[in-house]
């Protein structure tokens, strides 16, 4: 099947074809013909299936159709985002399938001078790319008028929730227009996905590509056992022995991003990190510079990598396990996208168990574990709880969470109680 009969004007499907796009993918299929016939639409889909074309191809076909009108344009779509970089992502698309197209889209974050935000709202545009904060902010300040949206997507919606922006969502939708369409996107369905969804959406069509709560087929998984101190030591063995050369390192904290950038580079591996506290420039600077090749590992916090978009990343490693296991399965996402081969490893140490089990049960499949010669697990080492946060850090915690620049989930703390379990009963030996 190609683009020509989903019901696509020809300046979209030239677009679509610069990008080099033949085929759309299964949500892409069908997700376009369900949003054109003007329905809500409730998706079950990860990054990486394509589904940011999903909704923004239709979007700019309904756009096209609607009747011309003279004057400053009015804000028709609005996309909410939960971070900054996949808000600059989405952009990025939109404005890409746009091209040939006369609408004008911006992009509205935190972090970055309001002024030329407010400036380009002024001059007027039909597509509003967000996260919440600086929204409303700015909607609140005037310079945002809500009563003409006519389409909303509200995307990654479980990371919104993990986020703490369930009040804002809320906020945003008491001042949208009640005749609206509405399209709502989640990796994961919790109970307060569901119950956001009954709120959010009218009669919405069910679209699930990816299995629910399931890892990406694309993706190979491994567990390498290590003792807590020799992590590093690795890490850097395995990138440079396999001579590793585009890696995303996940690690829980800020300051263990930094902790580990700075040793990598000391074992001859450049290396850059994105958290929160680093400025929009820097972490744009960071992610350009993994993507053209000039460094060679990246290091991220969940909340920063979230929807980062890099084509063929053929390698991501779990440094450290995330507390809630769907992170696992959004942190392997980021490779094997798009058809391509991806392998995700994860360093585990004997205070992790738990996690991986956790992680596992989640998955409904066991990681297959991996003896890397000369790192045996020194027995000894009794398991110590994990250290949640970068040290000092938890009273700005409450108000990154507001800005998109937590680094945290807000959503079940779970306790991670000293354990003696080892990894006895699933190891698998080398392989
Ligand atoms: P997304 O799930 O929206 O983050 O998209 C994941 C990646 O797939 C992005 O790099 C897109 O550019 C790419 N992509 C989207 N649609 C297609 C398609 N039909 N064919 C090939 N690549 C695509």
Known sequence: MSFNNLGLSKPILRAIEEQGYTTPTPIQKQAIPIVLAKKDVLAGAQTGTGKTAGFTLPLLQMLSDAPKETGKRKVKALILTPTRELAAQVADNVHAYGKYLPFKSTVIFGGVGSNPQIQTLKRGVDIIIATPGRLLDLESQGYIDFSTIEFFVLDEADRMLDMGFIHDIKKVLAKLPKKRQNLLFSATFSNEIKALADKLLNKPELIEVARRNTSSESVTQHVYPVDRERKRELLSHLISSNNWQQVLVFTRTKHGANRLTEQLGKDGITAAAIH?????????????????????????????????????????????????????????????????????????????????????????????????????????????????????????????????????????????????SRFGSNRQGNS
Do not use: W
């Not at 697990?377 to 969470?401: F, H, L, M, T, W």
């Open 276 to 420: 929160g506290n680093k400025s929009q420039t820097a972490r744009t600077k960071a992610l350009a510079h993994f993507k053209a090749g000039t460094v060679r590992v990246l290091v991220a916090t969940d909340i920063a990598a979230r929807g980062i978009d890099i084509d063929q990343l053929p390698h991501v490693v779990n440094y450290e396990l995330p507390n809630v296991p769907e992170d696992y399965v959004h942190r392997i996402g980021r490779t094997g996208r798009a058809g391509n081969e991806g392998d995700a490893i994860s360093l585990v140490c004997v205070d992790e168990v738990k996690l991986l089990r956790d992680i596992e049960k989640l998955m409904k499949k066991d990681v297959q574990k991996v003896r890397e010669p000369g790192f045996d697990v020194n027995p000894d080492i009794k398991a110590e709880p994990i250290q949640q946060k970068s040290r000092g850090r938890q009273q700005q915690r409450k108000k990154s969470a507001h800005d998109g620049q937590t680094e945290h989930n807000h959503r079940r703390p779970r306790p991670n109680k000293p354990r003696s």
